[in-house]
């Protein structure tokens, strides 16, 4: 069996929660080297993971003999520079979500997979979550019948690093950074599940506006899509909304039920057909990227297909852009 060695680039939230320990969870992988433009920050997550190497210069960590395959957990604004550095140096990547800050520079990173012949692997890791693999059986057994339209409803209020300055925001607020604001960061999940549940969206419009102006970015979106399959769709995303307005929910309606779930709080899947009301729930993984990781080590084994690359990935920042009129 091929020993996958993982060199981190960015040892920040994601890394520390969501993905980092799950590289040491499967089979045939461990993480080698981590990086950090912070000394402290690289020093100190090597530290208390037990890991060998760190180091303060991605390319130094690219070079390095004992790495064979790169993860990326930047902000986005980075996510091509790194990717294509590694993938120059002929080593796989896993990057985070969502690939780029632009389209653009999603094609750029698979323009470079493609010559250099090297796999980039997108960690919108919801595919392969037992709670959304459930959603997507009720679909497409047909439990609701034939699909008539979809619906995206998500408004939370204010966070308080939301009312810093502005050189104190969080970079998921700063569009150079981040490619737009909250929207850009977590409908990215959402609009790819759409995507992996009934084919490439192949229209989108949208209208964003700044309405409580707290930082630059957009703070509320209305959209409007189309599917390959001439499924229709629509979306609404107001991250200023009063609390009792909270809402976290995607609604897909047939001519025989509708089947709702969230995307981010994992409630109970609500299934709705003449057969009365079912509220499905389905328990996740304690680190919710193991499944994913764990498909990407298996298809660089050798002995197994993740087909959540870059390819599959690019639509999602194409209808973001579309969305916020990016071009």
Known sequence: MKLISWGFIGCGEVAELKSGPAFDDVEGSHVEAVM???????RSYAERHGIKKWYTDAQKLIDDPQVNAIYVATPPSSHATFAIMAMRAGKPVYVEKPLA?????????????????VP??????????PYFI????????GTIGHLAYVQVRFTVPPRDIDYRAKE???WRLRPEIAGGGYFYDLAAHQLDLLQHFFGVIVRAHGYCTN????????????????????????????FVGHESAREDRIEVV?????????????????????????????????????????????????????????????????????????F
């Open 211 to 238: 309405r409580a102006h707290l930082y630059e970015a957009e703070d509320t979106v209305s959209a409007s899509f189309y599917f390959e399959n001439g499924l229709v769709g629509s979306g609404s995303w107001c």
């Open 168 to 170: 104190q925001l969080p």
């Open 101 to 117: 800050s632009s389209y653009e520079d999603c094609a750029r990173i698979n323009r470079i997979s493609e010559e250099t012949g």
């Open 134 to 141: 459930k959603v997507k059986e009720l679909i497409n057994e």
């Open 36 to 42: 950090s433009r912070t000394e402290e920050r690289a």
């Open 254 to 326: 047939g001519d025989k039920g509708i089947v709702s779930f969230s995307v981010f709080s994992y409630e109970p899947i609500r299934l709705v057909t003449s057969e009365g009301e079912q509220h499905i729930e389905v328990p996740n993984p304690a680190y919710v990227q193991l499944p994913i990781i764990r498909s990407v080590i298996e298809d660089l084994q050798g002995f197994g297909m993740c087909r959540c690359n870059s390819v599959s990935a690019t639509p999602v920042n194409w209808v973001m852009d579309r969305i916020l009129g990016k």
């Open 120 to 129: 980039c692997f997108v960690a919108y890791y919801r595919r392969y979550l």
